[in-house]
């Protein structure tokens, strides 16, 4: 058995912005993803949502090149007018094929 490297990105933003986010990620080759109802507190930006403090986590496995392409995509379209926040951990998977576009 052998551990393949990728990348697990995070983005914690605004429920409104999921459809057009998952829409990204799949676009970029993202197989699937897991959405999570978060609360935090961080520098005390200002949401531009309709539902004040309430946020999701979405996170999504992709191979480290394709991770920073949807990074930089994430941060052109929505950091100038969103309160989103972005970034990737090192994962290593047993089953690569799962996260394969077919």
Known sequence: MQLIKFKLVTVICEPVLSP???QMSEAHGATGFTITDVKGQG???KSSGEIPDVKIKIEIILDSEVALNFMKTL?????????LITFATDISILR???FEAS
Request: glycine residues 6%; without cysteine; proline residues 6%.
């Open 20 to 22: 057009s986010i998952l």
């Open 75 to 83: 941060a052109e379209e929505y950091f100038s007018n969103y309160s």
């Open 43 to 45: 520098n005390g930006e």
């Open 96 to 98: 690569p094929e799962k």
